[in-house]
């Protein structure tokens, strides 16, 4: 078992923790919230007096934090753990960010003899309640594999997406892309139902054929075709278009900085503005579906 | 077994009779073409002599055609088929075209007491020659059952969409999602590789995560990820640009009748004319990753 | 002064052909609305007790109609004016309908004898009751100088497109292009306003600057940069967005048809559709801005 | 006259600050280039030995510069320029940068009691040799109308955009919105070709229509409409496809930081991307126009 320090105790971050407790390791927190640090702390956690007790003597550092600034301020400047890190100790940066940020970071505590993966999840809140997150990891071959004997106390799915910033790559890569299905499969099923289509019949026609895709097999956005996902509850739950949107705004940072050119990733990331100036950023993203719908 | 008219005998039409006859069926066949006609009669049909004799004493009749124009015509008016069709037999349409025209001659025919059902194909030449076509039905529940036993002897997968006009929408609606998965896939693939990442390794990550659909599983459009696909030879083979882009002329036709709106669609249908514009229409659909790949 | 038949009175029908009885020309007029035949009355006009009226012993026949279906049903057909319009009369229809129906519309009266233009119009009711119109004609060289000595009584602008059908095509292009200049206007204008600047002072910017363009010059969507239009009058008057939706519409169907790229006009369009869904559709098309700002 | 420092003597930096220098300013000027620092030698300016002596004894420093690192290094940190201007002196940053970068140079120099614009430039080439460049100024009003006499000797229209860094944001609005102008004129003109249009008609048409717009008015895309513009000279000269994209490409990071929907926007940069990758990047941002062409 191992000695692991874990900064930020959101509503990821908070049982991503409890269940590497759970797990058997000795965990040591820092947050800003003396809320998230009792709750912590009753499940067995150290409750660190001072952030840098989460680097020192610790075998993993691992961070969840809400963007590329706290990171970069969290690990480094005069102020920073790069200051307390052991030489070869490992940090596991689970926070979704900027791969730039993230080469940076892996670049400067590599400088300083310190490990550095970055490892960011998906999954949502359930599948850090019930450690069954993905992780889609960054960082040299050796890192990976000692990153993924933790990881796996956190989540089910662990991949290797190459060197540091990888990480934040894949994943931004693979939700641009769920937001281009989820459109796509949106305005599909609509047309349907304008044409007088019944979108249960349309939505298993499409899952048999090369419409397939993620969005109709697991998260169709059309109320009442499947049971249990947002869209049968309002679209309530799930994935907030407000969370969309910080991660399309990544890959299209990332899309100018490569030039890259992605027009369905540019075009979902607009939709997906437009609904936050339409007030629904705290509903589930599929609720795209209802840009789409004739109301009223 | 049936006695079956056969108007179209074309790259799909051609092997689709040839697998009624397979079956057993009793195979009058027209076209146009000689060669056609020849290569029909070798492997057991009667020639018709006049397109009349593919309705006349009939108990189903099947057209394979290229427009909706064309089916128009075939059908109706003063020569068409409607004066020579048996009452109470079975008129089955395999063409592409708009719900609106494939809802007009159902609904004459109908009127005139023949049956009717619209069931366009999905499969390409292959599935016709192997007798895997996917066909997507609308009519009656009455006519499709009996429109599903002779489907069967040429495809695998029978759907039955809704009423009259229901196969052409769900043919469209699939195929317009098909374009967005094969675009959303490409440029999240091509942005992988502009920012270092391996296109295997970021499919596989996809794949298994909430990026999955058709085209990543398999129609991969990034060359040499996965064998005997389209883009890992040269893009030959498979589904053509310009038949891609027929259809989405279709969807975005049918979009405009019902006042839908399709944004991410009638992006991929302009992508697929500025491939047209540079001469890519021949090319396999899966070419459309070119669009995005730093050429040169 | 001419014999003028005139068929349609609407919102705009009715003003242009009040116009043309002002101008001193015998009109008879023709409608289904007893309202609308009772105001033309009363300004001079004869009533026509049968639609064939507005064509035996005219001049010319003006129709102002809603949609292609409806040209057609007046002018072909069994019942159709074609058998009861004089030799060498000239019919000018100032309907906005597709292209093919203008042009299929204008070689069967040719075929038989009588002179076509298509001569689409801008610029609202206001302009029709004004007389100040913009006429975009389509026709021969000949039908124009004929039909612009008429349309001059009703309008202002006369333009010569090119031949017949060329007055629908030249206003399609146009107003997709208006609708282009529109939505590009208010999202700049609201990015600057996200930024930090001043929407009266980015306006004169770009108007002194290569964002130069009509919208900016005369219509401003952001409200209370310009007095007197629509945008500061809470989107009320102007060019309704249906109106706008059902343009677009026209000029998709023809970029289909003629296999053409527009992304720009189709993401327009698909816009405006978006906007009738919400519930927009009878509010000026400059409300476009609101889909970019940021209320609440 | 003023003594005034000039850092980066490119394409841009070289003409303006030789206008300086013709204006009877006492310029001393400082670049990498040897041949550049020549060239403005002998049309008499002092060659700084050290970038500092830009600054030193200088009462306004300007620079022109690629990017906004470029900026940032040559004014802050350890050896910036930060620690050699006078107090009260005024830097002029002509170069086009993010405004994040303007606003955080402007904010740290005036804290070390400096005063500080942002003036990004259009015009070109063209106009800098001309001295008829377009700034557009952020700072504030007294700052201003110090920099305003001085840069009325290098061009002619003046803007006062707002606060430090809304001349930056001015500009990528008005240049993301002449993007769409452009694109969307390009379609429209294409569109009314591939429907029997002449564009020469067309434009006409256009321009004395709601489709008015600037490129219409001077830069029409479709070769052969207008001379001397670059679609009449094989889209040579002008302003090329890498610097809109370039442009583009700040305004979508702008509207990424400011969460703004910018759909036109987006798609437009998107497609100047694919010009990129078809190895376009060195022709007029007009030769958009070809993507909508049917070549061939």
Redesign the interface.
Known sequence: MAKIGFIGLGNMGGPMAANLIKAGHQVTVFDLSEVALNTLSQLGAHVAQDISQCAINQDITISMLPAGKHVKSVYLGETGLINHLPKASLVIDCSTID?ATAKAVGSELSAAGICFVDAPV?GGVAGATNGTL?F?VGGSADDFERAQVILADMGK?I?????T??GQ??KI??????S??M???S??????I?????PK??S???L????????L?L?NPCPDVLPNVPSSNNYQGGFMVDLM?KDL?L??????Q??????????????Y??M????MGGQDFSAIFK??????
Chains 1, 2, 3, 4 share one sequence.
């Open positions: 791969a998906s993905t889609i799915n991949f290797h997406a190459g060197e910033g990888a790559v894949a890569c693979n939700n641009m892309l769920l281009i299905l459109a796509g499969t305005e599909a099923l609509q047309m349907g304008d044409n007088g289509l019944d019949v349309l298993e026609i499409m048999q054929s090369s419409g397939r895709n993620w969005t097999e998260y949107a705004g890959a299209i940072e990332a899309a100018v490569s030039q890259s050119a992605t027009p369905m990733g540019s075009l979902a990331k607009n939709m503005n437009l936050q100036n339409q007030g840009l789409f719908s004739k109301q009223g």
